[in-house]
């Protein structure tokens, strides 16, 4: 079983900063591209930041320069860095990883599956 676990999320004041963590955990193989979706109760599910294995990352144009997306393989872990907040942030953020299990690796089966976490709420309100 393949499991992310965000936290990190909560309460914070615009400008302020946050840091969300998502921890994969599982019958891993390998991890490829990494990323944070978010999504608000009326909104589809966007595209924040993405992670490759070789560390290239990319952002959407509202976020960029203001968060910092990273990973450690080692430890399994995909972070988000939100610095200068705005009230347009608020949302559920969702950390997701393609990965390739045993099971995928022994199947032949490289490209894996997408997995998601179960999301944590980020509020940005004065």
């Known amino acids: 079983q393949v499991q992310l676990v965000e936290s990190g999320g909560g309460l914070q004041q615009p400008g302020e900063s946050l840091t969300l963590s998502c921890v994969v955990s599982g019958n891993i193989s390998t991890i490829g591209m990494m990323g944070w979706y978010r999504q608000g109760p009326v909104k589809q599910r966007d595209l924040v930041a993405t992670i490759s294995s070789t560390g290239s990352t990319d952002y959407v144009d509202d976020v960029l320069g203001r968060f910092i997306i990273s990973r450690d393989d080692a430890k399994k872990t995909v972070n988000q860095q939100m610095n200068s907040l705005k009230p347009e942030d608020t949302d559920v953020y969702f950390c997701?990883?393609?990965?390739?299990?045993?099971?995928?690796?022994?199947?032949?089966?490289?490209?894996?599956?997408?997995?998601w976490g179960q999301g944590t709420q980020v509020t940005v309100s004065s």
């Open positions: 997701y990883a393609r990965i390739t299990t045993y099971q995928d690796a022994i199947a032949g089966r490289r490209a894996g599956a997408v997995y």
